[in-house]
């Protein structure tokens, strides 16, 4: 069993800066690819930024060149650093993990923390 746990979410003026992290704890397993998902209020669930185990990332056109994924594999965790913050950027982040365990493929969620955006 892998557990995911989303920190550092808050409540920030619009220009500010917020680091989420996504830290996953358990034993025997390891990481392949991360997604940071964002969900506002009446709004559908928005892929905003991926990495893979290699290192590649990809982040949704709302984002880009705002917001920064990366990841600490000595540590298990991921990171969404957010710069530039929009009133629009308010929403429930969580992280998504595809995990290996003995072979096997399982994906989890964290349970998410909040961003809150004023202007």
């Known amino acids: 069993q892998v557990q995911l746990v989303e920190s550092g979410g808050g409540l920030v003026q619009a220009g500010g800066s917020l680091r989420l992290s996504c830290a996953a704890s358990?034993?025997?397993?390891?990481?392949?690819?991360v997604g940071w998902y964002r969900q506002a209020p009446g709004k559908q669930r928005e892929l905003v930024a991926t990495?893979?185990?290699?290192?590649?990332?990809k982040y949704a056109d709302s984002v880009k060149g705002r917001f920064t994924i990366s990841r600490d594999n000595a540590r298990n965790t991921v990171y969404l650093q957010l710069n530039s913050l929009k009133p629009e950027d308010t929403a429930v982040y969580s992280c998504?993990?595809?995990?290996?365990?003995?072979?096997?493929?399982?994906?989890?969620w964290g349970q998410g923390t909040q961003v809150t955006v004023s202007s």
């Open positions: 990495i893979r185990s290699g290192g590649s990332t």
């Open positions: 358990g034993s025997s397993f390891s990481i392949n690819s």
């Open positions: 998504n993990a595809d995990v290996l365990i003995k072979g096997y493929t399982y994906s989890y």
